[in-house]
């Protein structure tokens, strides 16, 4: 089982200072790989260094940081087929029906229906 990382749940666990690796390990009862497209990694380093997007320092620094940790974390970078970052998650996570996504993409969760989602109490959630 794939455990596929979303650019918004790693900027957003970077900003909350959430350890995932961690969550994850408490939350699945089961053997899984974590991995990240490399589409999102594209995206995560376009948001550090775009001008005209207006991405605030702090998201900045989240982007930054999200970044460092995936190399920290030794997570798995692969490339999907898509044509844009979500058709991308979106086909990895159906090639197999164990495959998870964690996001907070509203249209990505009501696409996949099961997703690994972050609560009001910080912690991760899955659903279905």
């Known amino acids: 089982m794939k455990v596929i990382l979303d650019t918004n749940f790693l900027i ?3 900003k909350e200072k959430l350890d995932y690796t961690e969550e994850l390990k408490n939350l699945l009862n089961e053997n899984y790989e974590l ?8 995206e995560l380093k376009s948001l550090k260094g775009d ?3 207006k991405v605030s320092g702090k998201d900045k620094f989240a982007t930054d940081l999200a970044l460092q940790l995936l190399d920290v ?3 798995k970078k692969i490339k999907p087929v898509g044509n844009n970052v979500d058709q991308a998650i979106i086909n ?3 090639e197999n029906s164990k495959n998870i996504v964690c ?4 249209e990505m969760r009501q696409t996949l229906g099961r997703v690994i989602l972050i609560n009001k109490r910080k912690k991760l959630m ?3």
Do not use: G
Request: glycine share 0%; charged share 35%.
């Open 12 to 14: 957003y666990c970077a």
């Open 92 to 94: 990895l996570a159906k």
């Open 103 to 106: 996001t907070l993409d509203r």
């Open 35 to 42: 991995v990240v497209p490399e589409q999102v990694i594209k």
């Open 73 to 75: 974390n030794k997570i």
């Open 126 to 128: 899955l659903t279905k």
């Open 51 to 53: 001008k005209l997007k």
